[in-house]
């Protein structure tokens, strides 16, 4: 088991979109940049932070990466079952996804 220090800045808001840009800082990883949603009335900033940290990319920061195009496109359905007042994603089903050749960076 392992920690990994970080910090974060909220970079921007849009209220409109309800949205929010995060930068992570890691001393040993460097920066990252991830767009969340703003809190609910029922979260606090913090468990949206944490919700939307880099952690596992930055572990995974040297396998192999995909190249994907600008612009590509695709169709995703979600089924969605209501647990009590929650939804609940049960299945996706991408279709329409176009897929590049993997590249070593």
Do not use: C, F
């Not at 800045?9 to 995060?22: D, F, G, Y």
């Not at 299945?91 to 590249?103: D, T």
């Amino acid at each position: 088991m392992t920690s990994i220090a970080y910090t974060y800045t909220i970079e921007n808001v849009n209220e409109e979109l309800k949205t929010m840009e995060i930068t992570y800082m890691s001393a040993v990883y460097g920066a990252t940049t991830v767009g969340a949603h703003l809190p609910y009335s029922d979260e606090d900033l913090e468990t949206v932070v944490a919700q939307y940290q880099p952690v596992q990319e930055w572990l995974n920061r040297d396998r192999t990466y995909m190249t994907v195009a600008t612009g590509t496109t695709g169709t995703i359905t979600a089924t969605v079952y209501l647990v009590g007042e929650e939804p609940v994603v049960e299945e996706l089903v991408v279709e329409e996804l176009v897929v590049e050749e993997p590249v070593v960076l």
